[in-house]
């Protein structure tokens, strides 16, 4: 399925900076829809490890994937990072995928109608569709089960207790969404307001659910001990022995479980019982898969997947922009490019208590880092062009994205004028050297991805910019999934200068306000992170993690403007032009106020063995490998 089916169903997600610096998601730096980085709310990440594996050979009907990082989890509701939602892509269809722009094509459910006023839509549920462990056919009650008790954290609405990152999807104007059954495959949710966009931003057309009758084995929902903690209902089902030993997805999706070892590698095998097996699909032929084994493959480092499929070892990977050239003209690997890649990325500021103060305290000091960095010299010379800059939180070739933004000269100089300005009298110059309230040079702890080249290499640039300020910079080097849960995931535990309960729960990646919630570990920037979603629906990527009380908010932003509001005013304006101009005003805000350092959106550029088959002409956003899993074959 294409990253943007896969992005509209985890509905947005966190990437991991890779590869080539594509989103692969919480976006990592990633090159390719097949590289990808990840961790889950509740878990503990872990450090890849390579693992002997069997080779693929000629001829032979198996996938593997190489990438750098590796699944958490294989809970359906604990999906906040590509890695994890890539995986579960194989076991788990969603209710339907979208074939280019507003078009879509049924997959769970077979049938959709908005509404003429767009306040309610009604959704038929396929007639064979049956889960595995015994709970028998999926029906209007496990949806609706789904949207009360889980997206919306039951008739109480604790959705912290419940800990769903996704719930604000299901709030529309500050009020919930309704769901009501209407048959056994046949319910209407009623919104609370008229959306016309309704089917792109839809979650619940794109969302993983589970059998009602496992829901309720969770209640009454509050927080219970899991592995000496204490943890969310989200984490306490991800324990449930069918998710664990991957037996629930009966004939739901293309593969079936078969192995996992945590951080390694993940097998699955052809599903016989696919639903969709044989089944006509717009543009993709008969429903396979065609493949008989897709295993995703986890490397320490970048490099190694580079060799594996030199070798043929493996059938693909992600690759790095100024890694394109090298890898593609080794013997029987082709590149696969695209100009609409997925996902924005920027380097991270905390806003939190546990970060350097003057950047929440100041825009200057934060337009201060856009003055340093040269996103040019970013695409350029480290993504060899494959790229685009950005200003503002919106792919560059997005529909929204503004003609006009505020802009910031590129220049030492008017950072350290800016630096000087924003943050006041107990900090200073002398010479050339920035000083703070301690009367010591102003040192900054920078957190990078180090399981690939490219987010060093940033890291260093980025390091060299702000020395040339006279800031200093500490560079801390660990895997995706260690960032997010050691400086992303937050709590009022980690803090120990507060004593109470948080004012709000959001999620684990915003479990309370920036001064009471803070990361495991102290830390000023991040690079190596980007974020995901549905580029013709941006209001809600927006809302769900810029807003004070939103789910992906990690750094703790806490806007002076009504981010919300203006995000939901173009979701329901009654005209294209009305979506445009608040989308308009949206995205300049942002790009004035830098709660994060915009940088670039990112290219797709993916290594394939030349035998494999079925790749898209990439002539439009839509036009992904991903959106082809269930249709490429490797030569036989």
Known sequence: MSDDQIDERRRRVLQAAAAAGVSVTLAGCSSGGDGDGEGTPGTDATDSVDEEFAPQGP??????????????????????????????????????VTIDGLEFEGRMIEEYEIADDFTAATYRLRDDLEWGADYGQVTADDYVSFVRDIALGGPDMRTGVVGYSQTSSYILGGEPIEIEKLGKLEFRVNLPQSRGFWLSEDPIRTAYVLPADLIEKYKPFEQREVNGNQANVITQIGQDEAIVEGDLSGNLGPFNFESWDKGQKLVVSRNEDYYLSGTELDGLGAAGPNLEEYTYQVFDEQSTAYSAVRAGDITTTGVEGRKVEDVSQSDGVSIFESDFGEG?????????????????????????FAHLIDKNTLVDQIFSGYGDPIGTFHEAWGPFYPDDLPTFETGIEPAKEKFANGTGSDYGYDGDTFLGPDGEQVELKMVIDNTQQTPEIVGNYIKQRLGEAGIAVTIEGTSFGKIIANYLQNSVENNPNYDGEPSFQASGFNNGAYDEAIGKNSWDLIYGVGFSGNPFTPWGTIRALLPEQSQFNFMGYRPDFDVSGTATAAATASSEEGTRENMNELFTFLARDQPLTWLFSPQATVAYRRPVEGLPEPDSFWDRPDARTIGLRTTE
């Open 344 to 368: 924005t990325f920027f380097l991270s500021l905390n806003h939190r208590v546990n970060g350097w103060a003057p950047i929440r305290e100041s825009r200057e000091v934060r337009q201060a």
């Open 59 to 96: 001829g032979d009907r198996s996938w593997i994937t190489g990438t750098t990082s590796g699944a958490q989890s294989l809970n359906p509701l604990a999906i906040s990072d590509e890695a994890t939602n890539n995986r579960l892509d194989l076991l788990y269809d969603p209710g339907s």
